[in-house]
């Protein structure tokens, strides 16, 4: 089967770096995603790793370990507008299909 | 570009109806997917069209089905509707590329 864990809240301060971290358990992997979604909007698309490292972009980073079955997504100076749910996503098994975490809200404070 | 249009924004209907839901791929793509997303909870995969065809098929009854047209848009059919099937219903396309883009979702309200 396939798993995907990652913490249901976090809280941050405006101005500082936030990691949020993402375990998985998948029968095949071809690549894990971030997505970033606002209350009542849809998810929009934050980044992409299929081979273990770092991908940097802007104030945006994520690793991947895929011997692990770990990444995390890492804000840089946080802003109040990245007060979102973050979902972390695996292409995976036999089927290639997408599968979600269930998302961990940020709340970013002043 | 309009990117990925769907259509209604909301929907209400009663235990028992039948619903369709739209949707327009982003110009280029190919490859529709739909998902179900409760309140508080991740998107849950449905199914993917791909060549008019079901391609992939997530843990969804067979109340729930779909369609692709010659023109990549598709629909998705929910038939005897149940309250639980009250979420948001979000469509995403891909062509060849990896990156899903996911259009601004359907909210359905079974009452």
């Known amino acids: 089967g396939q798993n995907i864990d990652q913490p249901t809240e976090m809280t941050a301060t405006e101005g500082a770096i936030v990691q949020i971290n993402c375990t998985y358990q998948t029968s095949g992997f071809n690549g894990l995603f971030w997505y970033q979604q606002h209350a009542g909007e849809a998810p929009t698309f934050l980044s992409y790793?299929?081979?273990?490292g770092l991908e940097e972009k802007g104030r945006f980073s994520s690793f991947l370990s895929r011997s692990k079955g770990y990444s995390y997504l890492l804000l840089k100076e946080l802003q109040m507008k990245d007060s979102a749910s973050y979902l972390c996503?695996?292409?995976?098994?036999?089927?290639?299909?997408?599968?979600f975490g269930t998302g961990t809200l940020l709340a970013v404070q002043p | 570009d309009a990117g990925v249009t769907q259509s209604p924004t909301h929907l209400i209907k009663t235990r028992g109806q039948q619903v369709t839901l739209r949707c327009s791929p982003k110009?280029?793509?190919?490859?529709v997917s739909w998902y179900q997303q409760a309140l508080g909870q991740g998107p849950q995969f449905i199914f993917q069209?791909?060549?008019?065809?079901?391609?992939q098929r997530g843990n969804f009854p067979d109340r729930f089905s779909g369609h692709q047209f010659p023109n990549y848009s598709s629909e998705l059919n929910v038939n005897a509707l149940l309250l639980g099937d009250s979420a948001l219903y979000l469509c995403a396309s891909r062509d060849t590329g990896s990156e899903q883009f996911f259009g601004p979702g359907t909210r359905l309200t079974v009452l």
């Open positions: 790793n299929v081979l273990d």
């Open positions: 069209y791909y060549e008019e065809e079901e391609r």
């Open positions: 996503a695996v292409r995976g098994g036999a089927t290639n299909k997408l599968i």
């Open positions: 110009s280029g793509h190919d490859t």
